[in-house]
């Protein structure tokens, strides 16, 4: 005679199967966020080679690092203006004939369905307004001897421009995200890209160490 489960081995079953799930479902999802960390730092490694091959044509000048008044001042992410994240539109942006992927521009774990996500270090990126008084900044002498140290690229966060105004001690909008399992993506202006803990970060950021050599000793002040 053919015996069917009884109600306590069936409960049984299920209780061993939701105990799997449990067990499993974090590492299916820690898995996934690497994976997406992964392409992250994909990303900017394929931008910060954008910006170095956009140095050596515009003879060794950096891109606008936001935009300013009129659209001559084309920036690097094609931000129409600083704080306008949903606005931008990276196929007007500066890096756009080095990049032409728009999904190279966003962090795929940011969930604000913008074009661009990432900041480019206001020390590097061309101020248009100051530009009259300072003359273009070249990447170069700017970053000499310190461009391991000196951030290109980052995942700012949620108040992304795509220009990171950040200055030290948590002031203005200097907040490195923790997007992927506390941390966020970065990258340096010697090409190399690193995923770093928030409060990491926060070291480098307020022991001066993002300042291009022409600002570094605002840097030593700390």
Known sequence: MKRGFTLIELLVVI???AILAAVLFPVITAAKE???????????????????RYCEDYNGCTP???????RQWRDWSGCDGTGDTHLNSVTMGGLWDYVRN??????????????????INQFVGQEPWKM??????KLEP????????????????RNDDGYDAWATNGSLDSIPDD???GGTTLSYCDGHVSCKQKKQLEVERDRGDWYTNSTYSLGQQH
């Open 179 to 181: 997007i992927h399992n």
């Open 102 to 119: 728009v999904k190279v521009y966003a962090c795929p774990s940011d969930d604000r369905h913008v074009q661009s996500t990432y900041s």
């Open 64 to 70: 606008n690092g936001c935009w300013d008044g009129p």
């Open 142 to 157: 700017e970053t000499s001897g310190r461009a391991s140290k000196i951030m290109l690229f980052f995942q700012q966060g």
């Open 15 to 17: 209780a061993i199967i």
């Open 132 to 137: 009259a008084n300072t003359g273009p900044r």
């Open 34 to 52: 690497k994976a997406k960390q992964s392409q992250c730092v994909y990303n900017l490694k394929q931008l910060s080679l954008a910006l170095f």
